[in-house]
């Protein structure tokens, strides 16, 4: 499609139901015209998928009605229906490909599968000045190290295990702390007062956190003050996150980092990266803090540039993808 795209982002790949309108690409820099979420937070216990996708089921006719209304548009007024076609848990992505393929339907509009892990990145790319950057990717169910290589991101590291959100939501359950657990880890981690040793599982490029939640509970159960395991889980598992994407910084001689992901909005994280980022002569882009964690507007920012790309894919190529790797996608849009 020539010219910028109008595109609708529907985000269901976990707990947050979210859609966004994007602008773009054209002449000028893409625009966000709208992004609501509405994220599930169980009283107690961590996530169910089905009521998940229940509570996705009751957000989304509201989100789409609201962001449209934010954006100024009508239906008509959208090019293209884009969705989080994986991965993640198989209850809520088909959710939000339902209710993608449904509006897609009424408005006689294209439909635009989107990876989940490329829009994190796209997202930081492009509403930042990086240009060839490198994505450290930290979410509840994800957790990689990303970097475009020949025509496709490639992942350079990743978790062997759990992703470092789920993690943090595991000790937090256990600690009775609610979900989601990681801000008011962080709250705690201020107050640690001493650093509990936790395994440190760097294995080559990648990672293993089920080793640090079984010592940490171990301590947790033994009497350790919170606030100290939770700066020791921090600085532990933050130091792997640094260690293994300084090295993929050296393996692929790029200069530049991009963080995404619910969890990189830990400040403890962000200032370690740039820490690491300035003693290494790279420079580090931090998204807009809405954009971080999952939301509707980086799959419409992603699909946007997938549809201008390359168009819109038929309603059989539809179905979700719960074990969608990012290196399966074809990046047509940075040939």
Not at 33 to 40: G, I
Not at 170 to 176: E, R, S, V, Y
Not at 238 to 248: D, I, K, N, S
């Amino acid at each position: 499609m020539q010219g910028p795209v109008t595109a609708l982002g529907i985000e269901g790949t976990a707990h947050t139901a979210g859609v966004g309108v994007v602008r773009g690409p054209g002449a000028g820099p893409f625009d966000v015209l709208a992004n609501r979420v509405d994220m599930l937070r169980p009283p107690r216990g961590g996530i169910h998928p089905r009521e998940a996708a229940e509570h996705h089921v009751q957000a989304f006719p509201r989100l789409v009605e609201g962001a449209l209304e934010d954006a100024g548009l009508s239906a008509g007024g959208i090019d293209a229906v884009c969705f989080s076609q994986g991965p993640g848990l198989g209850p809520c992505l088909r959710t939000a490909a339902t209710a993608a393929r449904a509006f897609a339907f009424a408005a006689s509009r294209p439909l635009v599968g989107v990876n989940h892990c490329v829009a994190h990145l796209e997202v930081g790319r492009v509403l930042t000045d990086a240009v060839d950057p490198l994505l450290l990717y930290a979410s509840g169910g994800n957790t990689q190290i990303i970097a475009y290589a020949k025509g496709r991101y490639r992942v350079f590291g990743e978790t062997l295990d759990i992703g470092l959100g789920n993690m943090l939501d595991k000790f937090g359950i256990q600690a009775g702390l609610a979900f989601p657990a990681g801000p008011r880890i962080e709250e705690l981690a201020r107050e640690g007062r001493r650093y509990l040793p936790l395994p440190y599982s760097v294995k080559g490029m990648d990672l293993a956190f089920s080793g640090v939640l079984t010592a940490a509970l171990t301590m947790l159960g033994r009497g350790e003050r919170l606030e100290d395991l939770c700066h020791s889980i921090q600085e532990t598992c933050f130091a792997m996150l640094c260690e293994t994407t300084e090295r993929a910084l050296a393996h692929t001689r790029k200069t530049e980092v991009v963080i995404g992901g619910g969890v990189v909005q830990n400040r403890r994280l962000q200032e370690m990266v740039a820490t690491m980022c300035a003693e290494r002569g790279a420079r580090l882009f931090v998204p807009p803090r809405a954009l971080l964690p999952d939301n509707g507007a980086m799959i419409a920012l992603a699909g946007a540039l997938e549809f201008a790309a390359s168009g819109a894919i038929p309603l059989d190529a539809s179905g979700v993808r719960q074990r969608y790797r990012t290196d399966q996608v074809k990046v047509t849009w940075r040939a």
